[in-house]
């Protein structure tokens, strides 16, 4: 969803060999689907807890992206958490990525996002989503 890394530090990491260590790889849980829109953050979320971060993250905007990688996870069979942590991945200057997990399943679908191979043509088609 934040992708000011990509103008200068991305550039910067793959001109001088460095490596990128992103965090937050499912924007606090956005990126599972487990928020609706125009419903209050479920309790015990991270946004419930800490509500400005929802405010921050909980727009129309980032909704309407949403709506689109779900349905492109949807339609190649992705599961969208896999999804999100395998677009980090994907870039060479990505040494790891730094994903949260509360339960050991969700540490174990986490790790299995390192097995999503995605295509060229799948970036491609992820980068329209989120440029538009």
Not at 1 to 9: M, V
Not at 17 to 30: N, R, T, V
Not at 58 to 84: C, M, Q, W
Request: hydrophobic share 40%.
């Amino acid at each position: 969803l934040n992708r000011e890394i990509e103008q200068e530090l991305l550039p910067f990491a793959k001109a001088y060999k460095m490596g990128i260590l992103p965090y937050f790889p499912l924007a606090s849980g956005f990126l599972t689907g487990k928020y609706q829109r125009g419903t209050p953050a479920p309790v015990g979320t991270r946004f419930e807890k800490v509500p400005r971060l929802g405010e921050r993250t909980l727009t129309d905007s980032n909704f309407d992206t949403l709506d689109k990688i779900e349905r492109f996870a949807s339609e190649h069979g992705y599961p969208l958490v896999e999804l999100a942590i395998a677009w980090l991945l994907y870039n060479e200057e990505v040494s790891s990525v730094i994903a949260g997990a509360s339960t050991p399943e969700q540490l174990n679908i986490n790790a299995k996002a390192s097995d999503l191979r995605l295509t060229p043509t799948d970036m491609e088609e992820l980068n329209d989503i989120l440029s538009s």
